[in-house]
């Protein structure tokens, strides 16, 4: 028996070093294209991840809760300082509903077995996020914003990013109060995580919504809209993030396999026994795990880090395909040229566009970015339906969705940009 055991820890060793080696070399490609915005993108390196914290003891997730809800304890200290009220005192009836929710994604979830809390703060931005620790902080504009099944998916995504250890251990006061504020971007729902991540945590979450009994197909719609509203973003924040179609067609792919789990509005009877094997991912190896002495919740996050090394090669690959695409759609945007614009109304304009490139294409999005004199940025984005050919002229009317006048855009600095554009087969 206890022979047993020593040979499970070796293999369990030899299995932890072989991951983290994988881990190490994989992430070389990633830090090189994935880099965020924001300085919290460099708090949570590769490296962090796997330094033994993807596979973390209990003491060390003991640790991380620490750390990360100090951060978010120190920001609540502010908010009290700055008089700006919080969860319940803040707007009742949102709160409610936040607990509602959260409680159903978290009784899903690896973490059932810790106490969390949820936090509303009050910012008018689209917005939430996870610090490692115990707590979730959502902006109660991203409450106003979302129906239930779609903050579901929000917080089992941000749950999952603790879940999958993607929090590390540097991330400072400073960055949580840039999650905190109104700045922050607003086209990933903390905006804080390179695209691998975000893809992970997508994973996870879609699951827990559709064991919680939400719809997981939530998530998608939430990006659909974005990609309406905003278009792909692609060529703004090129590199740094999965842009909106592609999240988008991704969360549905997920919402497709899980699907078979969901029991509206209710919880999935079999929901513990689905967090170990499901049509994502399956408990193998790391069976060793459980009987090496750790705890249940501790080998459930190794069974999650598992998972993710899978999805990690394919990443590397994605990260490539990504950052070529980013070039494609530069490329394209030095053969559209701007022939007519007319105004159409207070709101809108139309132009007319020539493409002189030799390639079809299809999903031509144009996006129209204007600045102010304060340095606020109005962005605008028209979608030309079907395929453009080489020497297409195809008309596109602009809209301002958020009141704003064409007199008052034509005292701005503007310029025209391709949004997204893929090559028609
Ligand atoms: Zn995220």
């Known amino acids: 028996m206890k022979g047993d055991r020593m040979i499970v820890k070796q293999r369990l060793a030899l299995l932890l070093m072989v991951l983290s080696v994988a881990l190490l070399s994989g992430c070389q490609t990633l830090q090189n294209i994935d880099k965020g915005l924001y300085d919290v993108a460099e708090s949570i390196t590769e490296t962090d991840r796997v330094t033994g914290q993807r596979t973390l003891s209990a003491a060390d997730r003991s640790a991380q809760i620490r750390q990360g809800n100090a951060a978010v304890e120190q920001l609540l200290a502010e908010e009290k300082k700055a008089g700006r009220k919080l969860d319940a005192a803040l707007d009742r009836k949102q709160y409610q509903r936040l607990v509602r ?81 109104s700045a922050a971007r607003k086209d990933g729902y903390q905006a804080a995580y390179t695209h691998e991540l975000e893809r992970e945590a997508d994973r996870i979450g879609v699951l827990y919504a559709a064991l919680a009994g ?111 695409y980013a070039q494609f759609v530069k490329a394209v945007e030095s053969y559209m040229k701007l022939e007519q614009q007319r105004r159409a109304s207070d709101k809108s304009w139309t132009t007319r566009w020539r493409y002189s490139g030799n390639l079809p294409l299809k999903g031509v999005i144009m996006g129209f970015m204007a600045q102010d004199s304060g340095g606020k940025i109005y962005r605008y984005v028209a979608h030309q339906p079907g395929i453009v050919r080489p020497g297409q002229r195809f008309d596109l009317t602009f809209k301002t969705n958020d009141g704003t006048t064409l007199k008052q855009i034509e005292k701005m600095k503007a310029r025209y940009y391709v949004d997204d554009a893929v090559p028609a087969r």
């Open 101 to 181: 929710i959260f409680d159903r994604i978290h009784q899903v979830s690896h973490l059932s077995q810790e106490r969390w809390q949820p936090i509303l703060i009050d910012r008018d931005t689209f917005n939430a996020f996870t610090t490692g620790g115990t707590y979730i902080v959502v902006h109660r504009g991203l409450m106003q914003q979302l129906n239930d099944a779609e903050v579901a998916a929000v917080v089992g995504h941000e749950i999952a990013h603790t879940v999958a250890n993607h929090v590390g251990e540097r991330q400072t006061t400073q960055q949580i109060s840039l999650l905190a504020s």
């Open 214 to 324: 939400y719809d997981p197909y939530a998530a998608t719609g939430i990006w659909q809209r974005q990609l309406r509203q905003e278009g792909n973003a692609r060529s703004l924040f090129a590199h740094d993030h999965p842009v909106n179609a592609e999240r988008a067609a991704e969360t549905k792919a997920l919402a497709d396999r899980v699907k078979q789990y969901y029991q509206p509005g209710r919880i999935n009877p079999n929901s513990a026994a689905l967090l170990d094997n499901n049509s994502l991912w399956q408990k193998r190896e790391n069976q060793d795990a459980a009987t090496a002495g750790e705890g249940g919740g501790v080998s459930a996050i190794l069974s999650t880090a598992l998972g993710a090394y899978v999805g990690h090669q394919q990443a590397k690959q994605e990260a490539v395909r990504q950052a070529q």
